[in-house]
């Protein structure tokens, strides 16, 4: 399971980098 949330937490945080390069 907490391979889960790693892989969780790295996805939230490619997507908060992608969207602060997007804006």
């Known amino acids: 399971m907490s391979l889960v949330i790693?892989?969780?937490h790295?996805?939230?945080q490619t997507?908060?980098?992608?969207?602060?390069l997007f804006v």
């Open 15 to 20: 997507r908060g980098v992608t969207l602060h």
């Open 10 to 12: 790295y996805c939230i």
């Open 6 to 8: 790693t892989l969780q």
